[in-house]
Each structure stands twice: as C-alpha cells, then as structure tokens.
C-alpha cells in the first residue's frame, strides 16, 4: 500500500529518505490491520503509532529547518499543517482504538495514506519547485548563514 514512487521526491535527498521512512512505518501499520491471525494487538498498534509521533516530529522539525535555512515562502503553511497532523495523532481515542481494533488500525492507516501522499504531492513538492528556481549561488549563500 505505502510504495515509495519517484514522483514522491522532493529532490532533497535527506526529506525523501526521511519520507521513506514514514511509508514504512505506514506499512508496519498495513501489515499489522492485514495481519488475520491477530484478535487482540494493541500493545502493537501502541507501538506504531508511538513510531509514528516521534519520526513524524523528527521529521517535520528537520523538514522545517531546512525550509527556514533557505527561506522558504510556504514555510509558515506547512508549518500549521505540520502542527495539524501532529496534534491529530497525539489526541487518538486509545479507548476507542481498543475497543475495535481492526476498525481503529483501518481508519488509522486510511487517514495516514492520504495525509502523507497527499502531502507529499501537494505541499512537499512545491519546495523542489522553490529549490530548482533558485540560482546555485543563491542556494550556497543561504546554506552559509
């Protein structure tokens, strides 16, 4: 479900790996809601979503930084976005999501399918666009300061 395609990169190596990673624990999450042999798993569905908070802070607060570094104009946006997403899966219902499991790990993996996808291709992906229109010149000076 969570296939890394080459339309998916932002042109900066270090967000893609660390995109990459998202999709991955985004399959731990498949796998584990595809998994017919688990009745009750919500110690790993703890788990994955804890993965889940701490590489999406790490993530988004390098991401941040490297659009700030090179004055980035959609920074502030992606930023709220950013903030948006982070309090969503820091307020999950952990009752609710133990008591149907399956449902709660579905809804879970549908809603970071198409946040990070749709992300990727509708915020993520204007930053290359702001990097290929910059001049070398200006991309060594920003990285200087």
């Known amino acids: 479900m969570f296939d890394w395609k080459d339309e998916y990169s932002c042109g900066i190596?270090?967000?893609?790996?660390?995109?990459?990673?998202?999709?991955?624990?985004?399959?731990?999450i498949y796998k584990l809601a595809t998994d017919e042999n688990r009745l009750d798993y919500f110690?790993?569905?703890l788990d994955l979503v804890d993965d889940l908070k701490d590489y999406t802070a790490y993530h988004f607060k390098d991401e941040e930084k490297v659009m700030s570094m090179y004055d980035y104009p959609g920074y502030e946006e992606q930023k709220r976005?950013?903030?948006?997403?982070?309090?969503?899966?820091q307020n999950l219902d952990l009752e609710e999501i133990d008591e149907?499991?399956?449902?709660?790990?579905?809804?879970?993996?549908?809603?970071?399918?198409?946040?990070?996808?749709n992300h990727i291709l509708g915020m993520d992906l204007k930053i290359k666009d702001y990097f290929e229109s910059l001049k070398p010149s200006e991309l060594l000076r920003k990285k200087e300061r």
Request: charge should be positive; proline fraction near 0%.
């Open 100 to 117: 149907n499991q399956q449902d709660a790990v579905l809804k879970l993996l549908n809603f970071i399918y198409n946040w990070i996808t």
């Open 43 to 45: 110690d790993r569905i």
């Open 13 to 28: 190596k270090r967000i893609d790996d660390e995109h990459k990673k998202l999709f991955g624990i985004g399959n731990s």
């Open 81 to 89: 976005v950013h903030d948006r997403f982070i309090n969503k899966i």
